[in-house]
């Protein structure tokens, strides 16, 4: 579903990412995890041309976006993103938080956007927020929102960075929860966390990135048991 | 008592005589008709030029356009108005002989440079996870501006944008340089005919005093339920 060859990105003279090969297949969850500074959210901006890459070659569904003639606004249509800081829009209701990409996009008609966001909203119990401005909610309430926000587009693949990382511990749950769901429903999902329990559970991959760099990835199971690195294996002894 | 009557011999010599007040309120007249038409003027030339400065190459780098506003922005606040307000009268404009309109468009142009950087601020200040958000979402960067950005933006630069229009009504007290009787004018011509200089300025600067004051309470006002919208 993604590719990536060869990519590199460097902000001035610092070099962020260095050489990533990837490939994504439908339905994976790949979960990111390294230490911080490493270029997971970097790598993750690449994916939806948040950042402009420096060099390097990214496809989708077979499609080259990193070339200057695709059609971003399209591609991104179809890659849902959910940030560490929520990025609700503050002058809009949850409802029109939800409907305004679909609407605006023509990609549905009013109603029919309002019905679908209604659906989602029930989906994770805040369909009572719908007329509430984003400033009202807690924090989880906000993530979960952002989720929503993201599926009303029935997006191809979700992207996530650290999307738990800014929530009260009591509030980790209830978003997890949500995108588990999501996971279970067969999304293609791209996670960066440190939740190893998540990547644990739901990841169908588990990369460690370092430095720029992928340096091991693996299936769950045989990445906390069987680090190869000693990187990983340093890394896991400090946040296990 | 002696005293009393005196001073109040003068404030009718200067006020009050042959209905000299008329002459003043006519004066606060073409002052306030400069400053709100420039003020208009103003938001439009200092939006456009705001949205130039923040224009990008392909590259991320400043865009023509961009040094375009930064060249008006300098060139506006590196020169004194008064000789701006000059150069607009006897040399741009020397054959429309239209005060109001040569008066509005000067200090329209001097605001709209100090516009631009009100207006700038005012959208850089906007979270950049919000242009992210939408632009994630598949929107491009002019939805993203309209729907998202702007809104927010406005909130942010409405209390600046007034005291700029307060600072206006106190700029344009030069444009008796080009012969306007203005409500500065009024009262420093007044000075000639009564022979007597303290009470015609000091009541011109009460006049000028007041309705900036009131502007300013209005402003705070609005300050408090801009604020108070924040948290809706
Ligand atoms: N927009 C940017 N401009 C300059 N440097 C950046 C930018 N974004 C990230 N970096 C740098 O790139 C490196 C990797 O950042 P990031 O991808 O956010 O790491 P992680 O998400 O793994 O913590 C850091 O050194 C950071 O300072
Ligand atoms: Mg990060």
């Given at each position: 579903m993604i590719t990536v060859r060869d990519l590199h990105k460097t902000f001035g003279d610092n070099k962020?990412?260095?050489a990533v090969n990837y490939h994504i297949h439908p339905g994976e969850k790949i979960v990111v995890v390294g230490p911080?500074?490493?270029?997971k959210s970097t790598f993750l901006r690449c994916l939806n041309l948040l950042e402009r890459p420096t060099s390097g070659e990214i496809l989708f569904d077979g499609q080259v976006?990193?070339?200057?003639?695709?059609?971003i606004n399209k591609v991104r249509a179809q890659m849902g993103m959910v940030f560490q800081h929520f990025?609700?829009?503050?002058?809009?209701?949850i409802m029109q938080n939800i409907t305004l990409a679909p609407t605006k996009l023509k990609l549905m008609g009013e109603e029919e956007a309002k019905e679908n966001a209604l659906k989602l909203l029930t989906r994770v119990g805040l369909?009572?927020?719908?007329?509430?401005?984003?400033?009202?909610?807690?924090g989880g309430q906000k993530q979960r929102i952002a989720i929503v926000r993201s599926l009303a587009m029935n997006p191809k693949v979700m992207l996530f960075d650290?999307?738990?990382?800014?929530?009260?511990p009591e509030m980790v749950g209830e978003v997890l929860e949500v995108m588990k769901e999501l996971a279970e429903s067969g999304m293609t999902m791209v996670v960066v966390t440190h939740e190893m329990g998540f990547a644990r559970e739901v990841g169908t991959k588990v990369v460690f990135m370092d430095g720029g760099n992928i340096v091991e990835e693996n299936t769950p199971v045989e990445f906390f048991a069987n680090p190869q690195s000693p990187r990983l294996q340093e890394f896991l002894s400090k946040v296990l | 008592m002696e005293w009393l009557n005196s001073v109040w011999m003068k404030i009718e010599a200067a006020f009050i005589t042959k209905d000299r007040w008329m002459l003043y309120l006519k004066g606060l007249g073409i002052t306030m008709e400069v400053a709100i038409f420039a003020a208009l003027i103003g938001i439009v030339i200092g939006t456009v030029a705001a949205f130039m400065k923040l224009s990008v190459t392909r590259k991320g780098k400043p865009s023509i356009l961009a040094k375009i506003a930064n060249i008006y922005i300098d060139v506006i606040r590196g020169t004194p108005s008064v000789l701006q307000l000059l150069i607009m009268w006897f040399v741009v404009m020397k054959n429309c002989h239209n005060g109001i309109l040569v008066a509005s468009l000067t200090f329209g142009i001097n605001s709209g440079a100090y516009v631009a950087e009100i207006v700038r601020a005012g959208i850089l200040a906007v979270d950049k996870g919000q242009t992210e958000a939408g632009r994630s979402l598949g929107l491009n960067q002019f939805q993203t501006m309209v729907y998202i950005v702007i809104p927010q933006a406005f909130k942010n630069v409405l209390p600046p944008l007034c005291n700029e229009f307060i600072v206006l009504i106190k700029e344009t007290a030069i444009v008796g340089y080009v012969g306007m009787s203005d409500l500065t004018r009024v009262a420093n011509q007044m000075t000639s005919t009564i022979y007597e200089a303290f009470t015609p300025l000091i009541g011109a600067a009460v006049i000028y005093f007041i309705i900036i004051k009131l502007l300013t309470i209005l402003l705070g006002l609005l300050e408090r339920r801009l604020r108070k919208s924040d948290n809706r």
């Open positions: 962020v990412l260095c911080s500074g490493s270029g976006i990193t070339d200057p003639k695709a059609d990025n609700l829009f503050n002058n809009l209701t369909v009572e927020k719908a007329d509430a401005y984003p400033s009202s909610l807690s650290e999307p738990t990382s800014a929530l009260d | -």
